[in-house]
């Protein structure tokens, strides 16, 4: 829940970022069905670079108004090799080479977006950044 919440932006704002117990339930489900999955395959840690966030923050960052992150259902992340960033197509592709549950996949040059949703059907949907540079699935 600590890597979750944590924000420079809301550091820096003094914007509160606490993760209410009722979200909690949904970053369990995407830790266990995604990221905990793909660190165990690659070995390697996997950072979250941006985790829940409250109206305020996620208003203060420039998100989008009915972002996943909003709700604990989405966690934007990199694996790490030697401090160095897998490729995100690479994640991308042991993504779906493992079956993950997804409801939205997207990849950023830096990062890769994923979300899961408990309460409705997952669409499994693979997007790319407009500023997207890498190969795609």
Known sequence: MVEFGASPTAQQRGIDNTIPKAKQR???????AILQPL?????????????????????????AANSQHLKGEAADCAILRNSVRIPTIEVARRAVE???PFDQMKLYNNFIHFSLSIDRENRGQVLYARDYTGARL
């Open 26 to 32: 949904n970053i369990r489900a995407l830790v266990h």
């Open 98 to 100: 493992l079956g993950l």
């Open 39 to 63: 660190r165990t395959s690659f070995g390697l840690p996997c950072t979250i670079t941006s985790g829940f966030r409250t109206a305020e923050l996620n208003r203060a960052i420039g998100g």
